[in-house]
């Protein structure tokens, strides 16, 4: 419960945070801090790339990097500069999902809590973008969605699966909790505390006068702090691109557009489409009185109307002759289309009785000739042989890159331009230009840059919109290293300086905190310390450190965290300096004015003890279900994150 608190007390109060933390369980089941349960030795008996085994199922390094590679595209929605580095620190939270994903199925399968298709399909349905605009499911939708999101039908099928399992298994168990006022009644009187006291800023540049480093002083400071000036691996990379501009030149042939048009002379031809008014009737001697009647002059429609209910009529538009002979049979089909416009044709016999057709129209469409349809036919078999001399000319690079011809040789012998960059980083920036960008055709293919190695043989790489491909190779590659201490001499003397004035702050704040809780006023303590220090009054009620300036949020937390008269040095969290923070008085809150709030902060703590029953209970399900983690496995896939390129 206190560590209820503690969260509560720095979010608040009405956010709803705390049940925010339940939501993201059920959604998510991002329980990073729930990671390292297992039994027996960690890893024993898995296989080297088997990160973690959930009863029978495993989670190997293969689906670990899919997830990975998903979350990195999301997270280049908001920053496209991210790379694997800069994410490496979300491979435990991803894993912990996919453990209690596998651990929350695997757990209602043992005990007879099956998830069927058909309530997985019902939640499909539901997903953002699958219904079309009819509002029904479209197949099209979904396989749009899952290609965005750069998932499997499976992966999503689980993933659901997964959900539907812990909204019915968590939500019994999280709801079940309940929090009396007399429970939230001093919790919300401590958010009322009011406290009063007095805060000196100690910033370490108020310490830096007289710091001049020797060269030994900036030699050992740089050599104990060489990450900071980690320059990542810079390359030289080649691109060799293999595109519609090496085709140019190929063209269909007359001789081809004449085989073509011949080959598909029906869909140049010129149609013939009819309209009818036909009448069927099922005897001979009643269809000859029909016909004899239409003849004379009557109307088709009128001549079958003695015939009454006898008589179907209906009046076919737009038939062309294979279209009509599909539903009258050839031998109606055959005697209305070689009857004139206007003609009464039959009695015919079909097999739906005897048939009586006037030909209301005839009508000519369509029909090029060969002359009229070169153009389009030249243009569509020069896309073709185009597209099939691209694929033979990449087949023909492929070929002499397996041959051991290098990047020059085969550029030269394709005639395929090449495109150099500078050095550059794994995320396309040169160091050396900061103009420099790289070409956007080409920036989807800079990453097999930064995989082949200078000794390995060129890649081909395709490149997006189906625009082509490209051939990549490094021609130089510079490892990543340190600034030389040289070139960058002014950027390390002023951080030795900052870190030496921070020493000496360090030490100032300490010795005033300690003078001051030990009875001396602030400003006295401060003035035996030499240094001229801004003194601020400090003044706020619990709940409102969560409201605060973030710069001045350690110093209120540590106003909360002293008796009164006491006095402690907390660090500036922008690396400034420091705070000596000193508690003057504590004013209790009135129980009464505590009153309103004490209904929220039940809700509050009630939300937050179902966070710790859910959590208990996914705990518990791990516990049953036998969780391993391969912790060898896992260290090494975050150091590859860790230093891979994007």
Same mark, same amino acid.
């Given at each position: 419960?206190?560590?209820?608190?503690?969260?509560?007390?720095?979010?608040?109060?009405?956010?709803?945070?705390?049940?925010?933390?339940?939501?993201?369980?059920?959604?998510?089941?991002?329980?990073?801090?729930?990671?390292?349960?297992?039994?027996?030795?960690?890893?024993?008996?898995?296989?080297?790339?088997?990160?973690?085994?959930?009863?029978?199922?495993?989670?190997?390094?293969?689906?670990?990097?899919?997830?990975?590679?998903?979350?990195?595209?999301?997270?280049?929605?908001?920053?496209?500069?991210?790379?694997?580095?800069?994410?490496?620190?979300?491979?435990?939270?991803?894993?912990?999902?996919?453990?209690?994903?596998?651990?929350?199925?695997?757990?209602?399968?043992?005990?007879?809590?099956?998830?069927?298709?058909?309530?997985?399909?019902?939640?499909?349905?539901?997903?953002?973008?699958?219904?079309?605009?009819?509002?029904?499911?479209? &197949?099209?939708?979904?396989?749009?969605?899952?290609?965005?999101?750069?998932?499997?039908?499976?992966?999503?099928?689980?993933?659901?699966?997964?959900?539907?399992?812990?909204?019915?298994?968590?939500?019994?168990?999280?709801?079940?909790?309940?929090?009396?006022?007399? &429970?939230?009644?001093?919790?919300?009187?401590?958010?009322?505390?009011?406290?009063?006291?007095?805060?000196?800023?100690?910033?370490?540049?108020?310490?830096?006068?007289?710091?001049?480093?020797?060269?030994?002083?900036?030699?050992?400071?740089?050599?104990?702090?060489?990450?900071?000036?980690?320059?990542?691996?810079?390359?030289?990379?080649?691109?060799?691109?293999?595109?519609?501009?090496?085709?140019?030149?190929?063209?269909?042939?007359?001789?081809? &557009?004449?085989?073509?048009?011949?080959?598909?002379?029906?869909?140049?031809?010129?149609?013939?489409?009819?309209?009818?008014?036909?009448?069927?009737?099922?005897?001979?001697?009643?269809?000859?009185?029909?016909?004899?009647?239409?003849?004379?002059?009557?109307?088709?429609?009128?001549?079958?109307?003695?015939?009454?209910?006898?008589?179907?009529?209906?009046?076919?538009?737009?038939?062309?002759?294979?279209?009509?002979?599909?539903?009258?049979?050839?031998?109606?089909?055959?005697?209305?289309?070689?009857?004139?416009?206007?003609?009464?044709?039959?009695?015919?016999?079909?097999?739906?009785?005897?048939?009586?057709?006037?030909?209301?129209? &005839?009508?000519?469409?369509?029909?090029?000739?060969?002359?009229?349809?070169?153009?389009?036919?030249?243009?569509?078999?020069?896309?073709?042989?185009?597209?099939?001399?691209?694929?033979?000319?990449?087949?023909?690079?492929?070929?002499?890159?397996?041959?051991?011809?290098?990047?020059?040789?085969?550029?030269?012998?394709?005639?395929?331009?090449?495109?150099?960059?500078?050095?550059?980083?794994?995320?396309?920036?040169?160091?050396?230009?900061?103009?420099?960008?790289?070409?956007?055709?080409?920036?989807?293919?800079?990453?097999?840059?930064?995989?082949?190695?200078?000794?390995?043989?060129?890649?081909?790489?395709?490149?997006?919109?189906?625009?082509?491909?490209?051939?990549?190779?490094?021609?130089?590659?510079?490892?990543?290293?340190?600034?030389?201490?040289?070139?960058?001499?002014?950027?390390?003397?002023?951080?030795?300086?900052?870190?030496?004035?921070?020493?000496?702050?360090?030490?100032?704040?300490?010795?005033?905190?300690?003078?001051?809780?030990?009875?001396?006023?602030?400003?006295?303590?401060?003035?035996?310390?030499?240094?001229?220090?801004?003194?601020?009054?400090?003044?706020?009620?619990?709940?409102?450190?969560?409201?605060?300036?973030?710069?001045?949020?350690?110093?209120?937390?540590?106003?909360?965290?002293?008796?009164?008269?006491?006095?402690?040095?907390?660090?500036?969290?922008?690396?400034?300096?420091?705070?000596?923070?000193?508690?003057?008085?504590?004013?209790?809150?009135?129980?009464?004015?505590?009153?309103?709030?004490?209904?929220?902060?039940?809700?509050?703590?009630?939300?937050?003890?179902?966070?710790?029953?859910?959590?208990?209970?996914?705990?518990?399900?791990?516990?049953?279900?036998?969780?391993?983690?391969?912790?060898?496995?896992?260290?090494?896939?975050?150091?590859?994150?860790?230093?891979?390129?994007?």
């Amino acid at each position: 419960m206190l560590a209820s608190f503690r969260r509560l007390s720095k979010s608040k109060i009405g956010t709803g945070i705390m049940a925010a933390v339940l939501l993201a369980i059920l959604a998510g089941f991002a329980l990073a801090d729930l990671s390292n349960f297992g039994t027996g030795i960690p890893g024993f008996g898995l296989g080297s790339s088997t990160l973690a085994k959930i009863g029978g199922e495993e989670i190997n390094e293969k689906e670990m990097s899919d997830a990975m590679e998903r979350h990195l595209s999301q997270v280049r929605q908001q920053n496209p500069n991210a790379d694997y580095p800069s994410i490496a620190g979300d491979v435990d939270p991803l894993l912990a999902e996919m453990i209690d994903q596998s651990a929350v199925i695997a757990f209602a399968n043992k005990y007879g809590f099956d998830i069927s298709k058909r309530l997985i399909d019902a939640e499909i349905a539901d997903l953002p973008g699958v219904r079309g605009l009819n509002g029904k499911p479209s &197949v099209q939708g979904y396989q749009q969605l899952l290609a965005q999101n750069r998932l499997t039908d499976a992966e999503v099928r689980r993933r659901l699966a997964a959900q539907i399992a812990a909204r019915y298994l968590l939500l019994p168990v999280s709801a079940v909790a309940r929090v009396p006022s007399g &429970v939230a009644s001093p919790y919300a009187q401590m958010l009322l505390e009011e406290r009063e006291g007095e805060a000196a800023v100690v910033p370490f540049t108020a310490f830096t006068a007289g710091l001049n480093p020797t060269d030994p002083d900036l030699q050992r400071y740089y050599a104990a702090n060489r990450d900071r000036y980690m320059v990542p691996e810079q390359r030289v990379v080649r691109f060799a691109r293999i595109g519609p501009d090496q085709v140019a030149n190929v063209a269909a042939t007359d001789q081809e &557009v004449e085989a073509y048009y011949k080959a598909n002379q029906s869909a140049y031809a010129t149609k013939e489409t009819r309209d009818f008014t036909q009448v069927v009737v099922p005897d001979q001697a009643t269809a000859n009185a029909i016909a004899a009647r239409a003849k004379a002059g009557a109307k088709l429609v009128a001549a079958a109307a003695p015939a009454g209910a006898n008589a179907a009529v209906s009046s076919p538009a737009g038939q062309t002759r294979e279209a009509y002979a599909s539903v009258a049979g050839d031998k109606v089909a055959a005697a209305a289309f070689s009857a004139p416009s206007g003609a009464i044709v039959g009695p015919v016999q079909s097999d739906f009785g005897w048939a009586v057709i006037k030909v209301e129209s &005839v009508k000519t469409i369509g029909g090029k000739s060969l002359a009229a349809a070169k153009t389009e036919i030249a243009a569509k078999l020069t896309d073709e042989r185009r597209k099939e001399a691209l694929e033979d000319l990449v087949d023909k690079v492929q070929d002499s890159v397996e041959g051991g011809s290098n990047f020059s040789e085969i550029a030269a012998a394709s005639k395929l331009p090449v495109t150099t960059t500078p050095l550059i980083m794994a995320n396309g920036v040169s160091r050396a230009d900061a103009a420099y960008k790289i070409p956007p055709e080409l920036a989807a293919a800079l990453k097999t840059g930064f995989d082949v190695a200078p000794s390995d043989q060129p890649e081909i790489a395709s490149l997006p919109d189906k625009s082509g491909y490209v051939m990549v190779s490094p021609s130089e590659v510079v490892p990543a290293a340190p600034e030389p201490l040289a070139k960058i001499r002014d950027r390390v003397v002023g951080d030795w300086t900052a870190a030496q004035g921070l020493v000496r702050a360090k030490a100032a704040a300490a010795a005033i905190a300690t003078k001051s809780s030990q009875g001396m006023s602030l400003a006295d303590a401060v003035k035996q310390s030499g240094a001229l220090l801004p003194i601020q009054p400090l003044k706020a009620r619990r709940l409102q450190i969560a409201q605060a300036n973030p710069e001045v949020v350690p110093a209120l937390r540590t106003l909360f965290s002293l008796p009164a008269g006491k006095a402690r040095m907390v660090t500036d969290t922008q690396g400034r300096g420091f705070f000596v923070v000193k508690v003057d008085k504590i004013n209790p809150a009135n129980a009464l004015a505590a009153i309103p709030l004490i209904g929220q902060m039940r809700s509050e703590l009630q939300q937050a003890t179902s966070d710790d029953y859910a959590r208990q209970f996914v705990a518990a399900i791990r516990e049953d279900i036998k969780v391993r983690r391969n912790e060898d496995a896992i260290r090494a896939l975050k150091q590859r994150f860790a230093t891979s390129g994007s």
